[in-house]
């Protein structure tokens, strides 16, 4: 085996059938389905927890379904969270209703808001009752492990120096920044997004209630969520209009939130220093190939969605769901070639294309052109005023952001209980 590049030796080795890189919705729902088929397999994740601020938190229908079918569904939603069954806006003054997800024939007609710590510790402690499922906290990959033209594994820095974990698969699921992707020398195509976000937490009264979802106005655009003690806003600016942004000043900001969501103006306090704002930068890509012999990619490391419509979460659920429906098996034998690990790409590829295509839409026809029209009136394009109008139409982009295309369903079997 040729060494990894690393500067520091492996002080430990530990061999395993397969290693999951990165403790996020991908990985974590991919470590319990191997997990639950017997699979020798181990998750890794940089962070000690999973408390991390401004992640999707975001549960479709989609998802809720694959919790049901694991049979985890009642204790996941005993979790605190709040539900959005309709999806209502407000373009240039005119309020329209973009989606209604009561319209859909599914047995979770809601999406539930949840923090994704919880969604991933659920996950985590749930598989703990599998033997072959080991989660490692605090173990960031820092480079592949080479057997000629193979990946075999991955080193890792941990609080306790650095292990080798051999391996007869990896699959990265380590988001859109991946090391894994980077290190394998898989190429990303980059599609582009016309703006970037700003999270920020606001405050909320208890009677302070409002069914909101999208504000668009000339030049400015926010999304809010009701997370119960709190509001979640997003606001959208231009691509790279960051630093122009700062440099108006916070209270700047804070008086054009307030202008376009009064119900905001109790709350907007506790947004205190430009600190308390976060830059997302969003990106939409995805991999031409996901494979290297040994390695697959998966999730945000295979392909990064814009935050229109929430669906990045259930997306990299939806991967995981057809990487264990796909390989589960045929792991239990070794590992599986490269054309069976494509398979994975090409079951999911045309519901990723499908999303991102219907995302660029959206991002060139509603969100590009608002965040450039400030001295124009604007006017809900006609396609939203019809879907407002006429309420059977709101199940069709209820459907579409709710359950997705193609929505994978568990068919990996769970090993025999011992």
Same mark, same amino acid.
């Given at each position: &085996?040729?060494?990894? /590049?690393?500067?520091?030796?492996?002080?430990? +080795?530990?061999?395993?059938? @397969? @290693?999951?890189?990165g403790g996020g919705p991908a990985g974590m729902m991919l470590g319990y389905l191997l997990g639950r088929a017997g699979i020798d397999v181990v998750v890794l994740e940089k962070h000690a927890d999973f408390f991390r601020d401004f992640r999707g938190d975001t549960v479709h229908?989609? !998802?809720?379904? %694959? &919790?049901?079918? $694991?049979?985890?569904?009642?204790?996941?939603?005993? $979790?605190?969270? #709040?539900?959005?069954? !309709?999806?209502?806006? &407000?373009?240039?003054?005119?309020? %329209?209703?973009?989606?209604? $997800?009561?319209? $859909?024939? !599914?047995?979770?007609p809601f999406i539930a808001f949840m923090p994704q710590w919880d969604f991933l510790n659920f996950l985590r402690e749930a598989g703990k009752r599998f033997a072959s499922l080991d989660v490692l906290m605090s173990t960031e990959a820092v480079d592949l492990i080479r057997r000629g033209e193979a990946i075999a594994g991955v080193r890792a820095r941990t609080s306790d120096g650095v292990i080798d974990i051999e391996a007869d698969l990896t699959i990265a699921c380590d988001g859109r920044h991946s090391t894994v992707r980077e290190r394998a020398g898989l190429a990303v195509e980059e599609i582009g997004a016309p703006m970037d976000v700003l999270w920020f937490r606001v405050g909320r009264k208890a009677d302070e209630t409002?069914?909101?979802?999208?504000?668009?106005?000339?030049?400015? &655009?926010? +999304? /809010?969520?009701?997370?119960?003690?709190?509001?979640? @806003? *997003?606001? %959208?600016?231009?691509?790279?209009?960051?630093?122009? +942004?700062?440099?108006?000043?916070? #209270? *700047?900001?804070?008086?054009?939130?307030?202008?376009?969501?009064?119900v905001l103006k109790h709350g907007i306090g506790d947004v205190k220093s430009i600190d308390d704002v976060k830059l997302l930068t969003v990106a939409i890509n995805r991999l031409p190939r996901w494979t290297r012999p040994g390695l697959l990619c998966i999730g945000d490391a295979a392909h990064a969605m814009s935050p229109v419509g929430g669906v990045g979460v259930n997306l990299a659920v939806q991967d995981a769901v057809a990487t264990a429906n796909l390989l589960a098996d045929r792991l239990g034998r070794g590992c599986p070639s490269e054309d069976e690990l494509d398979a994975v790409r090409r079951r999911r590829a045309f519901p990723v294309k499908m999303t991102q295509a219907m995302q660029v839409i959206v991002q060139n026809n509603i969100i590009s052109g608002a965040l450039k029209g400030a001295d124009r009136p604007l006017k809900a394009p006609l396609i939203l005023r019809l879907i407002s109008a006429w309420p059977w139409l709101q199940g069709i982009p209820a459907r579409f952001i709710a359950i997705g295309v193609r929505p994978e369903h568990v068919h990996s079997k769970a090993a025999p209980a011992p």
């Amino acid at each position: &085996m040729e060494p990894a /590049t690393s500067d520091q030796p492996a002080s430990r +080795v530990r061999k395993v059938r @397969c @290693c999951v890189v990165g403790g996020g919705p991908a990985g974590m729902m991919l470590g319990y389905l191997l997990g639950r088929a017997g699979i020798d397999v181990v998750v890794l994740e940089k962070h000690a927890d999973f408390f991390r601020d401004f992640r999707g938190d975001t549960v479709h229908p989609s !998802t809720l379904q %694959v &919790m049901d079918e $694991l049979g985890l569904i009642d204790g996941f939603l005993k $979790l605190p969270h #709040q539900r959005l069954q !309709t999806m209502d806006g &407000m373009v240039g003054g005119a309020r %329209v209703r973009i989606a209604d $997800l009561r319209r $859909l024939d !599914t047995k979770y007609p809601f999406i539930a808001f949840m923090p994704q710590w919880d969604f991933l510790n659920f996950l985590r402690e749930a598989g703990k009752r599998f033997a072959s499922l080991d989660v490692l906290m605090s173990t960031e990959a820092v480079d592949l492990i080479r057997r000629g033209e193979a990946i075999a594994g991955v080193r890792a820095r941990t609080s306790d120096g650095v292990i080798d974990i051999e391996a007869d698969l990896t699959i990265a699921c380590d988001g859109r920044h991946s090391t894994v992707r980077e290190r394998a020398g898989l190429a990303v195509e980059e599609i582009g997004a016309p703006m970037d976000v700003l999270w920020f937490r606001v405050g909320r009264k208890a009677d302070e209630t409002e069914n909101l979802f999208a504000r668009i106005e000339p030049g400015r &655009m926010m +999304v /809010t969520f009701d997370r119960g003690d709190y509001w979640q @806003c *997003a606001y %959208v600016i231009a691509k790279g209009q960051y630093d122009a +942004v700062k440099a108006r000043g916070l #209270q *700047a900001l804070l008086d054009d939130v307030v202008r376009m969501a009064p119900v905001l103006k109790h709350g907007i306090g506790d947004v205190k220093s430009i600190d308390d704002v976060k830059l997302l930068t969003v990106a939409i890509n995805r991999l031409p190939r996901w494979t290297r012999p040994g390695l697959l990619c998966i999730g945000d490391a295979a392909h990064a969605m814009s935050p229109v419509g929430g669906v990045g979460v259930n997306l990299a659920v939806q991967d995981a769901v057809a990487t264990a429906n796909l390989l589960a098996d045929r792991l239990g034998r070794g590992c599986p070639s490269e054309d069976e690990l494509d398979a994975v790409r090409r079951r999911r590829a045309f519901p990723v294309k499908m999303t991102q295509a219907m995302q660029v839409i959206v991002q060139n026809n509603i969100i590009s052109g608002a965040l450039k029209g400030a001295d124009r009136p604007l006017k809900a394009p006609l396609i939203l005023r019809l879907i407002s109008a006429w309420p059977w139409l709101q199940g069709i982009p209820a459907r579409f952001i709710a359950i997705g295309v193609r929505p994978e369903h568990v068919h990996s079997k769970a090993a025999p209980a011992p």
